[in-house]
């Protein structure tokens, strides 16, 4: 009986699609989520063997350190990077804590 109810019911998504028509999402968007997923990577690689300060995770990455602090930021703010400490320099030091994002 089961099978019959949800068979004649609608999903969320196939109302919106009628409603308002499928939007496929920018080229543009694409490339930046799939950029923000490899560089999630690099980032996850780098950490995999202790912390590391931003100027040591961007030199691995071979990214700039001003680029590097917006997604070691992203990162922070979703829990899966986190602050362990500071360095000599009173830089932060990150570690690697998991994949929610």
Not at 32 to 57: H, Q, T, V, W
Request: proline share 3%.
């Amino acid at each position: 009986m089961e099978v019959n109810i949800l068979s004649r019911k609608k999903l969320t998504v196939d109302i919106l699609r009628e409603r308002v028509g499928y939007i496929a999402p920018s080229e543009e968007l694409l490339v930046i989520s799939r950029r923000f997923s490899d560089i999630k990577k690099s980032i996850r690689n780098a950490l995999l063997d202790g912390p590391k300060s931003a100027p040591e995770i961007a030199k691995l990455v071979n990214m700039d350190t001003y680029k590097l602090s917006w997604f070691l930021a992203t990162l922070l703010r979703h829990g899966v990077v986190r602050i362990a400490g500071k360095d000599d320099e009173d830089r932060y030091i990150f570690e690697w804590v998991g994949e929610e994002l």
